[in-house]
């Protein structure tokens, strides 16, 4: 079966397979056995911790991938400003000026991994105008720019990809894309940042979240400025970007719902353990009759399910399709390594593709450009959700039966109850209740009446519950 | 961004995309915007649980398929021995014989769904001689006969697809040979047979193997005759196809090592519980310095692992990449609309792809054909594992001293243990070893020495668990 190659510099391919010893951007490809096939020309943008990730795999793992692609795949030139990136760049073109990689007319696969949206987007536009083919493992540029980038790599026929944009190493874009498209897909739920479920998962042992939030970062598993991962606004990209492939329409980025996990008490992590949940901060995207739903907020899943499993700061996500019903894809959402797995699988897709009709190809968001429709994003008002509430409730008859008429007024009824018993010298004992689905405009205005009753302190708390399957 | 089709039957492609009235598999592609480019012609052979899927899922979804493939989908004929399908086949033109289907010159792409391996073997070389491209949903197919398929296929540059063949609707195939391409894979271990795991979940409720597989017989999740399920065959085909694409060797499905969980005990899955285990029969492929291990067995998984909470008829995989670490694959390993999903997502690859050189294809074992080596395969008592093992030990002094000194004279040592007390009127209690890793052949050596000792009663059992991550 394994027939040997025409022409190989070692005359058995398996010697080449077996060594660890490929280093280096620009050996020949003799070596692997495909010299008939000309290599792959690659210009590496940034050398932070993804870009240094993206080169020692490339450099590990060239037999193998060129294996895969039927090609070699060269580094031609890096545009790098780090001087001591944690890789070997020995033999390389390194120039401070990513646009020369850019211009540079040998490359002909430009890795984007400089991050942020401003430079990036003009390098991305600039490599699609010199035709050259892109992959990038920049969510916050595919979620806010790509229905530009996109439309302009269409029209220069050359490829765009992000699987390295969502969940890290977790072929997600793939599965999504490609492994389900005979489906109609329902809804997806993920966890989606590795550093909020890190947080989450820590809370469980009784951390408050700041307490957690600063070990993480004494770890490296959280910026100084935590906003971007605890707010949800890192989710909000990703989820787009999956919605849109879900659901065949462009990117919305401006109508996701985010709610942070930064105020979450840890009263609510314990109680909603107690009632069989675990508290994760999901990304969750629904189709319904009346629009699609597009919210990242903290969610009480069911501890039965996978999903509430997750732990630490591996992300997953789950999907469900109306053929396959619900499938699961779980693994590391971020790290050099595991990013660098999936911008080196985007990079043999394109190398295997290079001089294919661009109709052949996959289309950028699943959907061709003619079938993608721009479907409405529901307010979070009217979106639909079970709910976990507590509050602060005088400890003396009656105080239920009230919550629970102002509840039944606006046609919520209650699905499980906790009533603490008081502590000592304390008038108030906390309340939980889990309820059915209901609008979120509903839940509002009923809050609105339970705060206002005498005999509930303060704010009511809530978080929302999701019926997921899986 | 999203721009009307040039042509479209209904004026807007978002009425067709919504409409679930898409029936039948004559209708003109005009109402899905693709008038312009020529329908796939599929010729579907087999009407059974799977094919009947097919065309369900095919007639509900062809909108969204089509949208993704950018051609239109239709069946032109169906070749099938049944009368009553489960599915509406309106319209479409069926005959008894499935070779007619192959040799129609109308068909482009033949759906092999007829299982089996002798019939089906011939049914898919003949479509491959006739420049047709295939889609199989027949693991046993592919696994014993894949080599030979290949071949056929790459000469005459036709595809051979076979998602469907691995853990059903869980896009397990295109991850590990597309998504995960980047990687040098380590391990794998997977639950690939629903039948399986269906009954070890339900023994956790204390029920014997014996009574619930009457259960799941009546339930239609096993066969009057369940060898294939339980003593491992099935997993055993899945396994040495993921093998084959994690690790870029040819199938040899005649070297796995297969163990049912036909003769497992309630008490071992007690005991596996109190040690903090689940018990699952999983398919384990791994590379080594000396070989390939690909072997099937009842397995203990410690049960903070994702992969030991799949419950029921539930599949999933979890593949260890040298980039990307640990990443699980989660989803239905069977079932008509869930197998259907893989399939008709072939059929959309292969739909998309159909003019393209086969050089830019994704090759059928992963890596291209010059790159595939022969691994050699580890015969079982070369295979290191760590061990459970139960033993009914004579209840007076000196005897776990006994049996701890041969393990220790065998260079295995114990990790943790269990000693019952005995019961009413027994002179022997239950004892429970778990052991560091050693090879196979030193655990028989140590074992035959323990069952000769007068002081344990008859056969020891032994179970083997693995040190996954993940």
Redesign the interface.
């Known amino acids: ?6 022409l ?1 510099y070692n005359g058995r ?2 010697s080449s ?1 077996s060594s660890p010893q490929h280093r280096g951007g620009l050996q020949s490809s003799m070596d692997y ?2 010299a008939s ?1 000309k290599p792959v020309q690659l210009g590496i943008c940034g050398l932070g911790t993804v870009g240094s ?1 993206v080169v020692r ?2 450099q ?2 060239r037999a ?7 090609r070699d795949l060269v580094i031609r030139q890096i545009g790098a400003r780090r001087d001591r990136p944690d890789c070997d760049t020995t033999g390389i073109a390194v120039t401070r000026d990513v646009f020369e990689v850019v211009r540079n007319p040998e490359v002909e696969v430009v890795l984007e991994l400089i991050g942020g949206t401003t430079t990036a987007r003009e390098l991305v536009l600039e490599a699609i105008a010199q035709g050259k083919h892109v992959v990038t493992a920049n969510k916050a540029l595919i979620a806010e720019h790509g ?1 530009e980038l996109f ?1 302009a790599a269409r029209e220069r026929g050359v490829m765009v990809q992000f ?1 390295a944009g969502v969940a ?4 997600i874009i ?2 999504i894309r ?7 897909i329902e809804w997806l739920a993920g966890i989606i940042n590795g550093t909020g479920n890190f947080i989450l998962t820590e809370m469980r042992a009784g951390r408050s979240f700041g307490e957690v939030l600063s070990h993480a970062q004494a770890l490296g598993y959280a910026e100084a400025d935590p906003t971007f991962d605890v707010e949800g606004i890192d989710a909000a990209h990703k989820l787009v970007i999956l919605a849109a492939l879900a659901f ?3 990117l919305q980025f401006d109508k996701v719902y985010t709610e942070g996990i930064s105020r979450l008490s840890l009263l609510d992590v314990e109680y909603a353990e107690e009632l069989g949940y675990r508290i994760k901060h999901l990304g969750i995207a629904r189709r319904t009759e009346r629009g699609v739903e597009l919210r990242v907020h903290p969610t009480l899943v069911p501890e039965s399910l ?1 999903l509430a ?2 732990n630490g700061v591996m992300n997953a996500v789950l999907v469900q ?12 959402g971020a ?1 050099a ?2 990013t ?6 985007d ?3 394109v190398a ?6 661009p ?5 950028f968001l ?9 479907l409405p994003v529901l307010p979070i008002d009217e979106v639909e959700s079970a709910w976990y509430l507590r509050m602060s409730a005088l400890d003396q008859p009656g105080v239920l039966s009230r919550v629970a008429s102002i509840l039944s007024e606006a046609g919520i009824s209650i699905e499980a109850l906790i009533q603490k018993a008081p502590l000592p010298e304390q008038d108030h004992v906390p309340l939980i209740l889990l309820t059915n689905p209901c609008l979120g405009a509903s839940m509002d205005k009923a809050v609105a009446r339970i705060e206002a009753l005498d005999s509930i302190d303060g704010a009511v708390v809530r978080l929302r519950t999701e019926p997921l399957a ?1």
Request: proline share 7%; hydrophobic share 40%.
């Open positions: 079966m394994a027939s040997l190659p025409e190989s391919l398996e397979r056995g495909y096939v990730g795999v490339l590990r793992n193998e991938l060129s294996a895969r692609a039927g229905n439309a699987e890290g190493g977790i072929p793939k599965a490609e492994g389900l498209a005979a489906n109609r065949g329409m462009p996978l499993n997750v399709g109306d053929a396959v019903g619900p499938t699961l894809y779980y693994g590391a790290g390594e595991p660098a797995s999936a911008v080196l699988a990079v043999v897709d295997r593709q290079q001089g294919t009709d109709a052949s190809r996959v289309p699943a959907f061709h450009d003619q079938a993608l429709e721009t899986g």
